[in-house]
C-alpha cells in the first residue's frame, strides 16, 4: 500500500523524492476537491435559505453564524494541529464537515438549517490544516511557488463547481442533492486521510520541539492555555502590520464579492446564466494567476515588491470597475482584478510564513482564517448598507480599503529598504 508522507525525506533517493511529490500533488488534488464542493452550493444556498421560511435577515444570520464561529475556532483548531497532529486534526475536521453539509440537506425548517451551520462553522477548516501539511513539507525556497499550485488547482474548483451545482439544482430535490454530492466529496477526503495518510510524520512531537510546543503539550492538553496565548501573540508580534494588511486586503475583497450578484443584475441587467460564467471567468483568471505566481516571485527575485506591485493594480483594476461604460470592460477589469488578487494572497501568506517559524505554521494559517472570517461577518451588511446609497458602493468601498492596503505596503516596503541600508553602512 502506498502511503502519503507528511515531511521531506531526508534521504535523496528516488523513492523519498516520489514520496514527497505523492504528498504534494494529492494535497493540490485535496485543495480543488474542498472548493469544488463548497462551489456546488453557491448558486443555491441562498435560495434554499428562503424557500424554507428564511427572511433576508435570517439569511444573513446564517452567514453570521457561520463566521463568527470561523472566527473564534480557527486558531485553535490551527494551534491544535500544529500540536496534536496534522492527520488527527483533518480527520476530525473532514468527518464534521461532511455531517453539516448533510444536515443541512435534510433540514425541514429555518431554525434547523441555522443549526446545522454550526459544525461547518467549527470545524470547516480542511483548507487550512492541508496549507499547514504543505508548508511543512516543502523547502523554503520552493513555497511561494507550491502555494501558487495549491491556491491554482483549488479556484480550478470554483470554475466547475457553480456550473454543476446550478445543473443539479434544476432537479428535483435538487438542494438536497447538491448537498450529498457535497458531503460524499468531504467524506472521500476523510477517508484517504484515513487509508493512505501516515500518522507518525503528522502528529505534533514530530515538530521541533520549541518551547511553546512542549509547554502547550504538558499534562496532555489540560487546561493550561497560556502557552498556546503566548505563541499567538508571538506570532502577531514578529509581524503585525503583515496582520493588518492581510485583513485590509482581506476586507476589499469580501466587500467586493458580497454583494457582486447584485450590482452585476442592477449595472447592466444579467441573467443568472450570464452571473454564472462570469464567476467562472473570473475563477479562471485567479487559477491561471496562482499557477504562475511562483515564475513571478522568481522574476522579481524580492516578494514585498511583487505585493506591492500587485496591490497598486488591484486599486486600479476597482477604479475601472467603478466608472466602465459596458459589461466587456467591466469583464476586463474584473479579469484584472482576479489575477492581482490571487498573487496578492500568495505573496501575504509567503511573507507571512517566512517572518514566522515554520513549526508555527497551523497557528499562524489558523490567525489569518480569523482574520477573514471577521470580514466575511462584517462586509455583508456593510456592501449592503453601501449599495442602498450607490449600486457601485460595494466597489468604491473596496477601492477605498485597497487603497490604504496598498499605502501601508510602500510604507512599510520604504522602512525595510531604510532598514536594510542602515545596517550595511553600520555592520
Known sequence: M???????SSSPTSEGEKRSRLLTYSLYAFGFLDLFAVALLVPNITRHATQLGGSPT?????GSIYGTLQLLSSPLVGRWS????????????????????????????????????IPLGICKHSVSITKAILTQSTPKEERAKTLGYFNGFSSMGFIIGPLVGGHLAELENGFFIVTVATSSIFAFCFLVVLLFLRDHHCRGNSLPTSDSVKNFMQD???????????????????????????????????????????ILEQKFQTTPAENGRIISFGSIASAGCA?????????????????????????????G???????????????????????ARVCITNLSIERGKVEDTGAMLGLAQSLMSVCRTVSPLVAGVTQEVSVSGPIILSFVVSLGNTALVAVTDLRQKQRLSEDKKNP
Open 2 to 8: 502506498v502511503h502519503l508522507d507528511c515531511e521531506n
Open 82 to 117: 500544529d500540536v496534536s497532529g496534522r492527520r488527527r486534526s483533518l480527520l476530525i475536521c473532514l468527518f464534521f464537515t461532511s455531517l453539516g453539509y448533510i444536515l443541512m440537506g435534510v433540514a425541514p425548517s429555518i431554525f434547523y438549517y441555522l443549526l446545522a451551520r
Open 321 to 343: 470597475l467603478v466608472f466602465v461604460p459596458n459589461i466587456y470592460i467591466f469583464m476586463a477589469f474584473y479579469f484584472l482584478l482576479s489575477m492581482t488578487s490571487a498573487s
Open 291 to 319: 499557477l504562475g505566481v511562483g515564475h513571478l516571485v522568481r522574476l522579481y527575485g524580492d516578494v514585498p515588491r511583487l505585493y506591492l506591485h500587485a496591490n497598486v493594480l488591484r486599486v486600479v483594476a476597482l477604479v
Open 58 to 62: 435570517y439569511v444573513g444570520l446564517s
Open 220 to 262: 496532555d492538553f489540560s487546561a493550561d492555555f497560556r502557552n498556546s496565548l503566548q505563541t499567538f501573540r508571538n506570532i502577531v508580534r514578529s509581524g503585525p502590520e503583515l496582520f493588518f494588511m492581510r485583513f485590509l486586503q482581506g476586507l476589499s475583497a469580501t466587500l467586493f464579492r458580497s454583494n457582486f450578484m447584485l
